[in-house]
């Protein structure tokens, strides 16, 4: 079926990352860090990834870069397959997709003024002009007389703008954000936020939005997709999976993060989800999340369940989703 | 002006704090006459942003501050007795009977090189001399399990890599309670947490305090956790307090430009713009004179008086103390913040 938006923009088909893990004697094990993962994403869109520590996230932003070792499966960018592309190709590639980090503080080069730091992918690319440079530190809210000092001297939010600022020099049109806004203080991360709605707005910018953050995702991302140990269990338009979570792990996370209202928290049922994520090295059969399912049945043990449409646009990837959390637990 | 006995129901008494570091230009005022009470029981929590003084505060409560920073002047009285006037072995074990203290990561204050188990004996006989290693070790399974640790005698064995984030608080947990401490101290313990795990450490947290009746002081940036947790709360900015009262009060109708635009700028379900406050914290050496909260503040522009003098605590008609000259009209102007962003 033709998709109206046209051709994505980033095109991730089946992705599968594997490493081996010796432990010293007997058989190497292999962990599957992304385990037959698809998404793909639009030009204008945002594309929300959630997920726990471990859940994967880390290592699938590292595959879109030629950083994690693929061992199945596609990345598409604009068209082009770039699943195990090379040097040349990767410098290409950096014309279509940048990154920004977490980080805002150890990802720019502490010895470089600010200007310097946004000019540099355009030196590497050969086509650097003080200007455009300029033009951009002002778009993202640094002026001129800031843009020859040197990271140091400027706060968190502030080096995220500069970030931002060098992730977009090339003029990219895939931003991978990971974790943009979780070093930010509650004040600062809004105007962030602000600034990449603007600039998405103004570009067309299509984003990877990585966060474990829920309220952060649910505010900026189109569509959502939650991770769990290697694969997608739920995706979706991100009001429907928020208003209507139907993995019992989406409403596990939705469940267990704080809400900033005293007469609301105060009323709300206790969270239900026990246990820790489980090793990769040795998942659970069947379904990774059966362990601390709180409707796990036998069925869950014995095959893998696949992600499936419930609604149009609405998937996961579990054999009972009807049954309310709370209902199996009692 | 305060009454001198413990019994009022006052468990810790912070009267005009202030805390300075020293540089080789003289001091720099870091936390800035900083007074505020713990009640028997209680659970207080201390909100602000990064470089707020925070943590900073609650650091001198327990006699912590790093090298370079010192309290200048002010008092810290726990039961009645000053804090600042112990000698450090004094100190020591009021931290260690009186007071319980769980931090952020557990991880930098445990010997990577030593199995959990013993780690955790050696500090139970710390504070219990006499009792043997084996009645320690004991000891330690039984806060282990408390705090809901599965296999504590397997686990013991272990070393501090090999227990996950959410084990390893509920460690520090169960030791900051294994002396049945009366004042809790908490920084930010769920941080480095997932979600899932934070909401399991908090309940923990909530009922192993709830066993042993003590007070806690919670510090953290998450105003969630603050709503879910505190009873009270107290909100810093740029190392001095600006807005304290009962938690649900606060956030019904803030008395303060800075917490309202605090709560203004909680994510909400829409997918309108963020309430973002203007412009970003000023560094305790570039304070503002006055109000140090008044070059972002909509209530401030144009005002002398908040470029001046730096406001006091006071109580207002929404039932909480703010420092703020012109807080009345925030009370008044519901819709004050829309207006200026």
């Excluded at chain 2, 000698?87 to 959990?116: H, K, Y």
């Excluded at chain 2, 700028?265 to 006055?290: K, M, N, Q, W």
Aim: charged share 25%; with cysteine; glycine share 8%.
């Amino acid at each position: 079926m033709m998709d109206v938006r046209g051709e994505p923009l980033l095109d991730i088909d089946d992705l599968r990352v594997q490493f081996q893990v010796g432990s010293g004697f007997g058989a190497k094990k292999v962990v599957k860090a992304v385990d037959g993962v698809s998404l793909s994403l639009h030009s204008g869109q945002t594309l929300g990834l959630v997920g726990e520590s471990g859940c994967g996230k880390s290592t699938l932003l590292r595959a879109l870069f030629g950083l994690s070792p693929v061992a199945g499966g596609k990345i598409t960018v604009a068209g082009k397959d770039v699943t195990h592309a090379g040097r040349r190709e990767r410098r290409m590639l950096s014309n279509h997709m940048q990154m920004v980090f977490q980080d805002p503080y150890s990802a720019l080069d502490p010895r470089m003024t600010v200007h310097e730091i946004v000019a540099e992918p355009l030196r590497v690319a050969g086509r650097y002009n003080s200007r455009e440079v300029e033009e951009l530190l002002d778009r993202v809210g640094v002026s001129a007389e800031m843009s020859t000092r040197r990271p140091s001297e400027f706060s968190g939010g502030q080096r995220q703008r500069v970030g931002i600022a060098r992730a977009l020099a090339l003029r990219p049109r895939v931003l991978i954000l990971d974790e943009p806004v979780s070093a930010l203080d509650v004040s600062i991360q809004a105007q962030v936020l602000n600034l990449l709605g603007d600039l998405q707005q103004e570009f067309g910018l299509a984003y990877l939005f990585v966060s474990h953050d829920l309220s952060v995702v649910r505010h900026i991302a189109d569509e959502i997709a939650v991770m769990y140990l290697g694969r997608i269990v739920e995706r979706g338009a991100a009001d429907a999976v928020f208003r209507g979570p139907e993995h019992p792990y989406t409403r596990s996370l939705l469940a267990s993060a704080p809400i900033a209202d005293p007469t609301r928290s105060r009323q709300r049922p206790p969270r239900t989800l026990a246990g820790e994520p489980p090793d990769a090295a040795n998942p659970p059969s069947g379904c990774a999340f059966r362990s601390r399912c709180p409707q796990a049945q036998d069925r869950c043990a014995e095959q893998l369940p696949q992600l499936r449409e419930s609604d149009p646009g609405h998937s996961r990837a579990c054999f009972f989703p009807e049954i309310p959390i709370r209902a199996a637990a009692s | 002006m305060f009454d001198k006995s413990a019994d009022d129901g006052v468990l810790l008494r912070v009267k005009n704090l202030v805390i300075v570091s020293e540089g080789p230009d003289g001091d720099v005022v870091i936390v800035d006459d900083v007074s505020f009470e713990v009640r028997l029981g209680e659970v207080l929590c201390i909100v602000g942003e990064s470089g707020s003084g925070k943590s900073l505060t609650m650091l001198a409560v327990m006699g912590l501050l790093p090298a370079g920073l010192r309290v200048d002047s002010g008092s810290i009285e726990l039961r009645g007795r000053d804090l600042l006037k112990l000698s450090e072995n004094e100190l020591r074990a009021v931290r260690g009977r009186e007071i319980g203290m769980i931090f952020q990561d557990p991880m930098t204050s445990m010997n990577p090189l030593r199995r959990v188990g013993s780690q955790l004996a050696e500090a139970v006989r710390l504070h219990q001399r006499g009792l043997s290693r084996r009645d320690a070790l004991a000891r330690v399974y039984e806060l282990l399990r408390s705090v809901g640790v599965p296999q504590p005698e397997t686990r013991a064995k272990a070393f501090p890599h090999q227990w996950s984030g959410g084990m390893r608080q509920r460690a520090m947990i169960a030791m900051a309670t294994a002396n049945d401490p009366v004042l809790l101290i908490a920084d930010e313990p769920t941080t480095a947490l997932d979600v899932t795990i934070q909401s399991q450490v908090m309940d923990s947290l909530a009922s192993t305090r709830e066993k042993i009746g003590s007070a806690m002081v919670l510090i953290t940036h998450d105003l969630g956790l603050a709503a879910e947790n505190a009873s009270r709360i107290a909100i810093m900015y740029s190392g001095r307090l600006v807005e304290t009262g009962d938690v649900a009060d606060v956030f019904r109708q803030p008395g303060h430009a800075y917490t309202k635009g605090l709560l203004a700028s909680v994510l909400t379900g829409s997918r309108e713009r963020a309430y973002a406050i203007p412009g970003s914290p000023p560094s305790p050496r570039d304070r503002p004179g006055g109000c140090a909260f008044a070059p972002r503040c909509p209530l401030a522009q144009g005002r002398t008086r908040c470029q001046e003098e730096v406001p006091v605590l006071r109580p207002l008609a929404n039932g909480t103390l703010a420092a703020c000259h012109f807080a009345e009209e925030l009370l008044a102007n519901e819709s004050m913040l829309e207006l200026s962003s």
